[in-house]
T-cell receptor, first 116, second 112 residues
Framework: DQQVKQNSPSLSVQEGRISILNCDYTNSMFDYFLWYKKYPAEGPTFLISISSIKDKNEDGRFTVFLNKSAKHLSLHIVPSQPGDSAVYFCAASEGDSGAGSYQLTFGKGTKLSVIP | DAGVIQSPRHEVTEMGQEVTLRCKPISGHDYLFWYRQTMMRGLELLIYFNNNVPIDDSGMPEDRFSAKMPNASFSTLKIQPSEPRDSAVYFC??????????FGPGTRLTVL
């Protein structure tokens, strides 16, 4: 049973436009969320995170939104650039809830293609 | 600063052979994680260590898999005997206290 779901395997966006990547989760104990970016033949790299006490976190062109009632988060990239083309993974953690602290559960990823 | 180092980057072996994957975490990091990535299952956590001690190995698929961390700067993931279904990319990641994990480049394992 997938606890973190990224329902869109791929997304294509024109350069300069907004990219919106979505993620849903089922485990109500998750309270910390992260986005990772992965280029081919490389390991995932940390992009941005959000704690469940917030509903938005922004870092430059990247903004993550969290809707706890809907168990949904999204990553917005504005403006999108060709170098953003990569696979984006959503990850979630139960945080300081005891056993399982710092374990991350990953979605299967969304491949973003930014077209020049 | 060097990131997480994994070796080998690629491994091709025959079914039944022993495979050892190696990882050097970022210096000073207290946590080390081993993941496996496949098309079917995505990124799965296999095992993680805190201060060289295995904390949770519930993700290790079978007894054929074992992991060790003899010191703070080295960990191994061993598969014995290997099977074709073990073919995947294996990632090692490390972190200081917290959730931000830093991943190595991965080892692509092919078992024929």
């Amino acid at each position: 049973d997938q606890q973190v779901k990224q329902n869109s395997p791929s997304l294509s966006v024109q350069e300069g436009r907004i990219s919106i990547l979505n993620c849903d989760y089922t485990n109500s104990m998750f309270d910390y969320f992260l986005w990772y970016k992965k280029y081919p033949a490389e390991g995932p790299t940390f992009l941005i995170s959000i704690s469940s006490i917030k509903d938005k976190n922004e870092d430059g062109r990247f903004t993550v939104f969290l809707n706890k009632s809907a168990k949904h988060l999204s990553l917005h990239i504005v403006p999108s650039q060709p170098g953003d083309s990569a696979v984006y993974f959503c990850a979630a953690s139960e945080g300081d809830s005891g056993a399982g602290s710092y374990q991350l559960t990953f979605g299967k990823g969304t491949k973003l293609s930014v077209i020049p | 600063d060097a990131g997480v180092i994994q070796s080998p980057r690629h491994e091709v072996t025959e079914m039944g052979q022993e495979v050892t994957l190696r990882c050097k975490p970022i210096s000073g990091h207290d946590y080390l994680f081993w993941y496996r990535q496949t098309m079917m299952r995505g990124l799965e956590l296999l095992i993680y260590f805190n201060n060289n001690v295995p904390i949770d190995d519930s993700g290790m698929p079978e007894d054929r898999f074992s992991a060790k961390m003899p010191n703070a700067s080295f960990s191994t993931l061993k598969i014995q005997p290997s099977e074709p279904r073990d073919s995947a990319v294996y990632f090692c990641a490390s972190s200081l206290v917290g959730w931000t994990q830093y991943f190595g480049p991965g080892t692509r394992l092919t078992v024929l």
